[in-house]
């Protein structure tokens, strides 16, 4: 569903590489969770996934669909939480989801139908007339991530999708994404909770200065290692981690 | 260093950082094109601004110095300085209001500054001071050289000019206190009501208009119709006692004028206390309210009331039309947006309106000829060109087009991360922008046709040249910010004020105006051509123009929008 080739991003300016030669495959039924530190190289991969940055070297393909050649239709086939969440935040909230819906071209029933659901499930009925800037950082949160699946998209990317959410719109999202998953469908998703990653994902990639370290199972990267905690995975395979953000 | 003085430097270090040598320095390194490119701008419209203003005031001091064959004449020179304290104190009474409205209530830091142990009246101090630096540097354009070039002609003594500095220096401050009474009124105003932003908008756009219709109402010349000297002496000898009125109306410019141009150190002095207690009162009276009142802004406007999903609520629409509708809904519901857009947009309008109004008047009470009929001894060919760079000069100055990328700001990526082609995106910011030129200049248009009966013609292809001449530059503009937007502001104001692209896009419509307009005048007068032979050449290269505009914004959009 989500296939990484090589991919190489160097910023302009710069002589360093912020992703450099990242291969990784996610497929269809998969939970993924995407963790490292500071700096390593997370927004810059989901940047690219996402289109809004063209990698200098590698391919990346989403739902059989090329970012390169085919953005539109790779576009189509992901529903994009982003990190921060300071979007138009003059629209009311109904504005903001009817402007997504048009993006994603969803029609009348189907987008009556996902908006009630999901507004209900997140509890927003009440506001969702007033201005975006009148919600708290739980409330633009729980608003996004209706917005980016309007359209019930293949493959769901979520940056620190968990970030401001009260504990139980928090389960409820967690629970959304597995259902998700369980339909055949992939959740690619950056998270500096390593707890989450632990209990939620089915797969798991570190990395670090812009190469993936590892990538497995919880199990798989044990690798024997009995015990040890995801905590302490991370630990050791980032160990001179701690720059900022790439 | 005290409080004050060290938020005082944090501002004008946000405010002005790109002009401090270290960071200069950095950019003639870093991006030299660009930085080399701003100077020359910035020189250019210094340069532009100071003819323009030694040109008049030069040929108004030779209009108004007495003729020695006639004793009883009476030397009205002292006008042009009065007419600079006007203009100075005028000018700084609107653009504080924006200016105090920004850094005052309308800036981010409101809550980060209020959780700091810094007392509220050192607060509004330090920030009152940048605003009276800003004007005070802006009132040296308006004031200095009218003084100067008075002081050269009549032989002042050294002290007018001390005198001069003195009121330079105070002239900001007595309109920056009114206007900072204003801003709080509106402020306090507008937080009892839900559709804040709206209040802060019309009271934005109606104080700008005010404006114009005072100064419009000192005379009906401007800068470009002032070239020949019989103007300037009729709107000088017309509007004398109006220009001595306004000082009337507001006595401490009577003083300030009075106490410059008679060496009168009493009114002088007595201009000075009071502007100083003004600011002693402001500091102290609005201290006590300015905490809150700038937090008022950050606190959540009350709810709509309405709940859940209302009927009619949920509209299919296509992707283009989406963002239409966002852009729209953004410019009209953010104030920085909204009173830096709009009114430029309906500024050929209301000049239109204003200088009409204003010939017609002066023409019934001095039995001159009307306007209609002036026009009638003119050329047609020229009647077209004139209303159309009339109209034209004022488009050019909306900075709807040259800020729309720039507007997205923090979400720019997100904008990219949806699945519309960039030429979508791009034509909806076209078609938000250029509607919004085309509906003012439409509008000017029928003001002509209202208000100059009899030249049906000329006007609709002064129009159609106007029109194409707005998408040509709306297509340029918009081309240097899809290459260039500056996308990480803090404030609104940032975004679509302090934007060097703005300023850019203004002078290269100005540019090919004035390029137009040469062409134009060596066809009627050089060559005789009529109207329609004028309107075919310009309209030929102003649509050609328009094209090749338009293929250099999609050449841009390709290259540049989407890049990585």
Not at chain 1, 68 to 86: C, H, K, S, W, Y
Not at chain 1, 142 to 171: F, M, Q, S, T, Y
Not at chain 1, 207 to 221: C, F, P, R, S
Not at chain 2, 53 to 77: C, F, H, M, Q
Request: proline share 3%; with cysteine; glycine share 8%.
């Amino acid at each position: 569903m989500i296939d990484l080739q090589q991919v190489t991003k160097t910023y302009s300016k710069s002589d360093k590489k912020a992703v450099d030669n990242l291969t990784l495959n996610v497929k269809g039924g998969e939970l993924f969770g995407f963790i490292g530190p500071n700096g390593a190289g997370k927004t810059t991969t989901i940047k690219m996934m996402t289109g809004v940055l063209t990698p200098d070297e590698g391919t990346i393909t989403m739902a059989g669909h090329r970012m390169d050649t085919e953005r539109l239709e790779a576009q189509r086939m992901i529903g994009f939480v982003p990190d921060g969440n300071d979007l138009y935040d003059r629209l009311t909230g109904m504005e903001y989801l009817n402007f997504m819906a048009d993006i994603y071209q969803v029609d009348q029933p189907k987008r009556k139908a996902h908006i009630e659901k999901y507004l209900d499930l997140f509890s927003l009925s009440d506001a969702i007339n007033n201005q975006v800037r009148t919600y708290s950082k739980g409330m633009k949160q729980k608003l996004v991530v209706i917005g980016a699946l309007i359209h019930n998209p293949p493959v769901w990317i979520l940056d620190e999708p968990l970030g401001g959410l009260d504990p139980r719109a928090a389960h409820l999202l967690k629970e959304e994404m597995i259902r998700h998953c369980n339909e055949g469908n992939t959740v690619f998703f950056s998270t500096h909770v390593l707890e989450v990653a632990e209990k939620l994902c089915t797969r798991i990639g570190v990395i670090a200065h812009g190469g993936l370290k590892a990538v497995g199972t919880l199990e798989e990267l044990r690798s024997g290692e009995v015990g040890a905690s995801l905590e302490e995975l991370f630990l050791e395979l980032t160990d001179d981690g701690g720059e900022e953000e790439a | 260093m005290s409080t004050f003085f060290a938020l005082l430097r944090l501002q004008l270090l946000t405010r002005y950082a790109d002009l401090k040598p270290k960071n200069l320095k950095a950019a003639l390194r870093d991006k030299r094109g660009r930085t080399v490119g701003m100077l020359i701008a910035i020189l250019f419209l210094v340069v532009y601004l100071g003819v323009i203003l030694y040109i008049l005031e030069t040929k108004a001091l030779d209009i108004l110095t007495p003729s020695p064959g006639a004793p009883n004449a009476v030397d009205l020179r002292n006008l042009v300085v009065i007419l600079a304290v006007v203009l100075a104190t005028g000018g700084t009474l609107v653009m504080a209001f924006f200016f105090i409205m920004s850094a005052l209530y309308l800036g981010r830091d409101a809550t980060f500054l209020a959780a700091l142990p810094i007392k509220t009246r050192t607060l509004l101090s330090a920030k009152l001071a940048q605003v009276w630096l800003s004007e005070t540097l802006i009132d040296a354009v308006i004031l200095l050289p009218a003084c100067v070039l008075y002081g050269a002609r009549v032989g002042a003594e050294p002290l007018f000019y001390v005198r001069m500095v003195i009121v330079w220096l105070l002239i900001a401050i007595l309109p920056i206190c009114i206007a900072a009474v204003l801003s709080a009124f509106l402020i306090r105003l507008s937080a009892l009501w839900k559709h804040r932003e709206l209040i802060m908008t019309v009271g934005g756009i109606a104080l700008f208009l005010v404006y114009m219709f005072v100064m419009m109402n000192v005379g009906s010349v401007t800068g470009d119709s002032a070239e020949s000297g019989a103007i300037i002496q009729k709107f000088f000898t017309d509007n004398a006692s109006r220009i001595s009125g306004m000082t009337q109306f507001f006595p401490p410019a009577k003083w300030a004028a009075e106490g410059l141009l008679e060496g009168d150190w009493g009114k002088l002095a007595l201009f000075a206390a009071v502007s100083a207690a003004a600011a002693a009162v402001l500091i102290l009276v609005l201290g006590i309210f300015y905490r809150k009142l700038s937090l008022l802004q950050s606190e959540a406007p009350q709810a709509s009331g309405k709940k859940g999903i209302q009927k009619g609520s949920i509209r299919v629409g296509s992707a283009f039309m989406a963002n239409v509708k966002r852009e729209v809904l953004t410019i009209l519901r953010v104030p920085a947006y909204a009173v830096n857009i709009l009114p430029i947009t309906f500024m050929p309008l209301v000049m239109i309106i204003m200088m009409g109004m204003m010939f017609n008047k002066s023409a019934g009470e001095n039995g001159a000829q009307s306007l209609t009929q002036m026009m009638g001894n003119l050329n047609p060919a020229l009647i077209m060109c004139i209303m159309a760079l009339a109209v034209a000069y004022m488009a050019g100055m909306n900075p709807a087009l040259s800020t729309a990328v720039t507007r997205e700001g923090k979400g720019h990526d997100f904008i990219k991360s949806l699945p519309v082609s960039a030429k979508t995106l791009i034509h909806a910011k076209l078609a938000v922008g250029c509607g919004l030129e085309t509906f003012g200049v439409i509008a000017a248009m029928i003001a002509v046709a209202v208000m100059i009966p009899g030249f049906t013609l000329e006007t609709v292809l002064a129009l159609i040249l106007c029109l194409l001449f707005c998408f040509g530059t709306a297509c340029l503009a918009l081309s240097r910010d899809v290459k260039k937007p500056r996308l990480d502001w803090v404030t609104e104001q940032e975004a679509v004020k302090q934007n060097f692209g703005v300023l850019i896009s203004m002078l290269v419509s100005w540019g090919i105006l004035a390029a137009l307009a040469g062409l134009a005048f060596v066809m009627i007068h050089f060559l005789n051509w009529g109207l329609i032979p004028v309107f075919a050449v310009l309209a030929a290269i102003l649509a050609a123009a328009a094209i090749g505009a338009y293929k250099l914004l999609m050449k841009n959009v390709k290259k540049y929008y989407f890049a990585g």
